[in-house]
């Protein structure tokens, strides 16, 4: 949850007694409504994030502080094998440790954009430089917060087809083992509770809803 900080209220204990007692209504934020950014600090800065400290008027008037990530932003890619079984397609997953997790985790394929870099053109990159599969038709499934309380960070997840193997291209820190299951197996393995990365039962989930529902 993001740090939050309020200022004392200035509301007179008649009021106050008004309000719990539901006679009177808290302000209530327009639809659309922002926030005033009064001042923003960057209290953090790291390799892959940095992490600012702002003081903020919110949409329903409160004065708050808030300590929020800023980040690039992060592609996923969904590869899929329709050549061998069209009705139930290989998808490409990855068994990696997670050190924030704690344990090792099945996941799809993912990583930060660069500076300035397009989402397509870094699905693509991490798709190769991962997993060494390169894809010839790409779609942009969705594109999401992962934790809006305090990561400003989009994620977009994007369909790659018609996919042919080629020599991953690890960073020094990446230690990971990529392999291949149908899809129905991995949704096997989602409702039995087996996968826990957020992206990836997400991007399955949502293909294989988009498939029985003929859009895929």
Known sequence: MAATTNKPSKLTNSKKKLLFAGAI????????????????KLTYKGKVFNVFTDTLIEPGGHRNTRDVIRHNGSVVILAVDESKNPAD???????????AAGQFLVELPAGSRNAGEAPLAAAK???????????????????????????????????????????????????LEVFRMPL???????????????????????YDAARRAAKL
């Open 89 to 99: 397609p290989d998808v490409i997953l990855e068994r990696q440790y997670r050190h």
């Open 125 to 175: 990159r991490e798709l190769i430089e991962e997993t060494g599969y390169r894809a010839k038709r790409w779609t942009m499934l969705l594109r999401y917060f992962a934790s809006p309380g305090f990561l400003g960070e989009w994620m977009q997840i994007y369909l790659a087809r018609d996919i042919r193997e080629g020599e991953a291209k690890l960073e020094a820190d990446e230690n």
């Open 184 to 206: 129905s197996e991995a949704m096997r393995m989602i409702a039995e509770g087996k996968i826990h990365d957020g992206k990836t039962l997400i991007g399955l989930s949502l």
């Open 25 to 40: 209504k808290p302000p209530v934020a327009k639809r659309g409504a922002k926030a005033k950014l009064i001042s923003s």
